[in-house]
């Protein structure tokens, strides 16, 4: 039996524009986004727009990475995240595992209480569908700053030389994902498992001289599914199915 080929978008990552919050933050900053981190991940960004920067803090340290048009920038998974707007940043952005972030592979820093289990954190998290959008943004905004006073503390002891709370948070972030392994499993095996099987069939096609999988070529594009959703780190506009 031929094993159908991968069509989908490639690589099997997500793709999602992003308009990152102009709210100025807790500490005084112009705009910016929800610190949070990704545990199966990689996310990556095309800066499209404006200026800012991406801060970042990991078990080795706090860094800075300065955003502008045409720098791209990733990071890999256990990196917090936290996008800093300084007037009119926008951004393109490519993850891995396409399906996984929306899975549940993205945990804000929240404080201990709001980590216990997955009823607490999604009661810390959730944004009503059904609110005006004067009411969404007013639950975003305080989630993100929720999020940002826990990610300055943790900041804080890290760099002071204490790597327990920064520990704990991603053991407590671990904890949170473990009901969503399998599902994980399932979209990683349909998506990056299937392209990746699918580019070692056409290379051992094309060894053998057999152009066949050459005579299915088809094209295919889409649009936003939404656009204007109130995300971790600003207005998105998603992609069904990438």
């Known amino acids: 039996m031929v094993t159908p080929a991968y069509d989908g978008f490639p690589g099997a990552v997500g793709v999602s524009r992003l308009s990152v919050y102009d709210w100025p933050t807790v500490e005084g900053l112009p705009g910016g986004g929800t610190p949070h981190l990704h545990l199966a991940c990689t996310e990556g960004y095309v800066v499209t727009s404006g200026q800012g920067a991406v801060q970042t803090l990991t078990t080795s340290g706090y860094h800075e990475t300065p955003l502008e048009p045409g720098v791209v920038a990733w990071f890999t998974p ?9 007037g009119g940043l926008e951004i393109t952005v490519v993850m891995q595992n396409s399906g996984l972030p929306e899975a549940g592979d ?3 820093t929240l404080p201990p209480d709001g980590l216990v289990d997955e009823a607490a954190y999604a009661d810390a998290v959730r944004i009503p569908a059904d609110l005006p959008e004067a009411g969404q943004a007013r639950i975003a905004r305080a989630r993100r700053d929720l999020a940002t006073r826990r990610f300055l503390e943790l900041r804080a002891a890290t760099e002071a030389g204490d790597p ?8 407590a972030a671990a904890a949170l994902i473990r009901p969503r392994l399998d599902d994980w499993e399932r979209r990683r095996r349909e998506g990056a498992e299937a392209a990746a099987h699918a580019t070692g069939r056409h290379i051992e096609a094309l060894r053998e001289r057999d152009v066949r999988h050459l005579a ?3 094209v295919a594009s889409t649009g936003p599914t939404a656009t204007g959703r109130f995300g971790m780190c600003g207005r998105l506009a998603v992609y069904q199915g990438i």
């Open 216 to 218: 299915g070529a088809r």
């Open 106 to 108: 993205a945990v804000l």
């Open 164 to 171: 327990g709370p920064l520990a704990d948070f991603q053991r």
């Open 78 to 86: 256990g990196t917090i995240h936290r996008l800093v707007n300084d």
